[in-house]
């Protein structure tokens, strides 16, 4: 299949492969510790997992996974404020299936749903506004979740509903953007990285301009890729060649894709119905559909019970601190299974990758 198959070629890889040997290790003989490159995106962990990437590159580059997954930057008072909405018998409350099973302080989307709240998987945004059509005796409720990649289908749903005037729908709105999260990793102390692999699917929404400031103001060199095999190794390629010529730049990889601007028509969408700073909020022209306006009473922190925060390891794995081997509850306390963090939980989380690929001899090792 063209675009696909090429990008899966063994021969090609072979050939990305003998080039990132050669570079690196030109690069190792100027240094003492092995390189560090972040895959920011859960989809670039997985791709490396399932095609065996780690195994095969040099043993001077060592990859840290980011915490590009979205439902893995959720954070427990986020789940708890859904809970508590979907808890009411006059609430259908619809989310995406992996936000379902994210732990709460208390429960988790599908326990409340076992209890008898109606809490419904949707694939799309869209069809969360259907239920509200057919259902008008209901307040239905999207929980909204994800980066700049699921963002325009929940600013164009909110326009349509406005259009509509639908008086039974709304959004509970916990959107994250990218910039701030590779902001946070950046100012962290404890991690040493020298680059940044960059999520081509939010580069195809927001283009390459918001990804400038890692270059500019930290000194990093980041290369936005795709997902395939080959798109990894040629962008491990690309950030290896500017760490050997002294470059910090942001290059694109996926051009089949990304342009350099994005995709203008997504972005006004967003401009229009979030106001996007720290945090992503629905602008005042939108409040009517806005959840946390009009269930302020659910929301309010002395409504929810006392917010118990993830294990610390959580969130020493996602910032790439420490490997999911590392965390002692992986595998033994913790399995997709029986999930204690967002991690375990999503298709795009490390420790889900760890566990679905490397499961044998990960479990050798703990």
Not at 16 to 31: E, G, M
Not at 224 to 251: C, K, Y
Not at 342 to 362: D, F, I
Request: glycine share 6%.
């Amino acid at each position: 299949m063209k675009y696909i198959d090429e990008f899966r070629d063994p021969d090609q890889a072979r050939i990305l492969l003998q080039r990132i040997t050669k570079l690196a290790d030109q690069v190792a003989s100027l240094r003492s510790t092995p390189l560090q490159i972040m895959e920011f995106c859960g989809g670039h962990t997985h791709t490396v997992f399932r095609y065996g990437i780690e195994q095969v590159i040099p043993k001077s580059i060592e990859l840290v996974h980011g915490p590009g997954c979205p439902v893995c930057v959720l954070p427990r008072e986020a789940v708890d404020h859904c809970v508590a909405i979907a808890e009411r018998p006059d609430v259908i409350m619809t989310t995406f299936g992996d936000a379902m099973r994210v732990p709460g302080s208390r429960k988790n989307l599908l326990q409340a749903k076992a209890e008898g709240a109606d809490v419904r998987m949707v694939y799309s945004p869209l069809d969360a506004l259907s239920i509200a059509r057919n259902s008008p005796d209901k307040e239905v409720v999207f929980f909204a979740l994800g980066f700049e990649t699921t963002m325009p289908s929940t600013a164009l749903t909110l326009q349509q509903a406005y259009g509509e005037r639908l008086q039974n729908f709304s959004v509970l709105c916990h959107h994250v953007t990218t910039p701030p999260v590779l902001t946070e990793i950046l100012q962290d102390n404890q991690l040493q990285l020298d680059g940044f692999i960059a999520p081509g699917h939010v580069a195809m929404i927001i283009g390459e301009q918001p990804f400038q400031f890692v270059a500019c103001d930290y000194g990093k060199p980041l290369v936005i890729s795709g997902f395939e095999p080959v798109d990894v190794l040629q962008a491990m390629l690309m950030l290896l060649t500017q760490i050997h010529q002294g470059r910090s730049q942001v290059e694109n990889q996926y051009l089949r894709v990304v342009r350099q601007s994005g995709n203008a028509s997504a972005q006004l969408a967003l401009c229009e119905v979030f106001e996007i700073g720290e945090k992503v909020t629905i602008r005042d022209r939108y409040a009517p559909f806005d959840a946390m306006v009009r269930f302020a009473g659910h929301c309010q922190s002395d409504a929810l019970p006392e917010s118990i925060s993830e294990p610390s390891y959580c969130a020493e794995v996602l910032k790439g601190r420490i490997r999911p081997l590392q965390c002692p509850l992986f595998g033994k306390h913790c399995s997709p299974s029986d999930p204690q963090g967002a991690l375990m939980v999503s298709s795009e989380g490390a420790c889900a990758a760890y566990y679905q690929y490397g499961k044998a001899e990960a479990m050798a090792e703990i």
